[in-house]
């Protein structure tokens, strides 16, 4: 078993709320009112009982396109410095070194890397910044990832793929008490492998290292339900209660106080056993 750092200590899985500021995030225009509506709803996912609030300034989703460095910096940073000053845990959704070091510069408390720190300089910025990492599975990049996905067995790999990554982490100078993974559901996979990842979501636990699980609102779930993205959120309540069941120690989400109910029959369930 590793040890791990103090933000994955918490007994109960921790509610991680996704705060995306990209143009069309909240979408009628200027600046300074998108900079206030990102702020207005990470205050209302806190007041929700999110723990932990996962900002980032690139999409990440299938198709998206990439953003300079000092575009995405402009777009994170004073959000991240004005969330940290209402006592809230920050995470910065970033692959770039230098967003990485700008955001601890304003007091991020965790690196989200969909790229696993495998980014020219990233592992160097993330050991410079002694944060804690997630480190998260994606085959190939946004624009094609969800082109043509294949894998011979996708746990295997993706388990595999994430130990090599702790390994690399650890050279660097990352402790494994830093760190937490991720399989990276929607992320170059197909919706078999979305299914075969859940259902094998324990296998990522018994790791040692805390698991992040994130699936709300994705197109697996649409391609399950058949419901367009602001209806699925019953189908994410269920992957997250299958997540918690499976050991998942941050569960990545937009509807924080659905999945803080569902955390609470998940631990009202747990005590009973
Ligand atoms: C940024 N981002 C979008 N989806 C994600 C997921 O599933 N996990 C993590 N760690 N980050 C994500």
């Known amino acids: 078993m590793f040890k791990t750092h103090s933000i994955y200590n918490a007994e109960i899985p921790l509610i ?3 705060l995306n500021v990209t143009p069309d995030s909240f979408s009628d225009g200027a600046k300074y009112n998108q900079f206030d509506k990102a702020l207005a709803h990470a205050e209302y996912m806190l007041a929700e009982g999110a723990d932990i609030i996962d900002i980032g300034g690139e999409s990440t989703r299938p198709g998206a396109a990439e953003v300079a460095v000092a575009e995405e910096i402009e777009r994170v940073v004073p959000l991240i410095e004005r969330v940290k000053s209402l006592g809230a845990r920050v995470s910065v959704d970033t692959s770039k070194p230098e967003v990485m070091l700008a955001a601890a510069d304003a007091g991020v408390d965790m690196i989200n890397d969909v790229r696993a720190l495998q980014s020219p300089g990233a592992l160097a910025a993330a050991a410079a910044c002694q944060l804690p990492v997630c480190l998260m599975h994606m085959q190939g990049q946004p624009r094609t990832m ?11 790999e993706v388990r595999h793929f994430l130990i090599e990554r702790i390994h690399a982490c650890e050279k660097a100078g990352i402790a494994s008490r830093l760190l937490s993974i991720d399989p990276g559901f929607g992320f170059g996979k197909t919706l078999t492998h979305n299914i075969a990842l859940l259902n094998h979501l324990s296998a990522f636990s018994q790791l040692g290292v805390p698991v992040l699980a994130g699936m709300s609102r994705k197109s697996m779930l649409g391609q399950i339900t058949g419901r367009e993205v602001h209806d699925r959120m019953p189908a994410s309540l269920a992957v997250a209660l299958m997540a918690m069941q499976q050991g ?25 056993q």
Do not use: L, S
């Not at 969800?146 to 295997?156: G, H, I, K, S, W």
């Not at 998942?248 to 009973?272: G, L, Q």
């Open 16 to 18: 991680m709320g996704i």
């Open 146 to 156: 969800q082109a043509n996905p294949q894998y011979a067995d996708v746990v295997e």
């Open 248 to 272: 998942a120690k941050i569960i990545r989400v937009h509807d924080v106080a659905e999945t803080a109910d569902v955390r609470k029959v998940f631990i009202a369930c747990r005590k009973e």
